[in-house]
């Protein structure tokens, strides 16, 4: 699933956050893209008991600058 980005952005095209449950327990993925990214940095909180929100808040570091950037995703099991 694609999230879309609001507010527009400078240097990030789009974001995404992917979340898997299995038996041996939850992982997730961050994917952030953009035009010569050189660093991500930043925090991701989980909470939730039969839905999952997931909160990625952090920087996107470019050859031409950097700028904040906070995605939210939840998720029902």
């Given at each position: 699933m694609q999230n879309s980005i609001t507010?527009?952005?400078?240097?990030?095209?789009?974001?995404n956050l992917d979340?898997?449950?299995?038996s041996?327990?939850?992982?997730?993925?961050i994917y952030?893209?953009?035009n010569e990214i050189t660093?991500?940095?930043?925090?991701l909180?989980?909470?939730g008991r039969g839905s999952y929100e997931l909160i990625f808040?952090?920087?996107?570091s470019t050859k031409n600058g950097s700028e904040p950037i906070t995605?939210?995703?939840?998720y029902f099991y």
């Open positions: 507010p527009r952005y400078s240097y990030i095209i789009s974001a979340f898997c449950i299995s041996s327990g939850a992982k997730y993925s952030i893209y953009g660093k991500i940095s930043g925090t909180t989980a909470s808040s952090g920087s996107v995605i939210s995703e939840t």
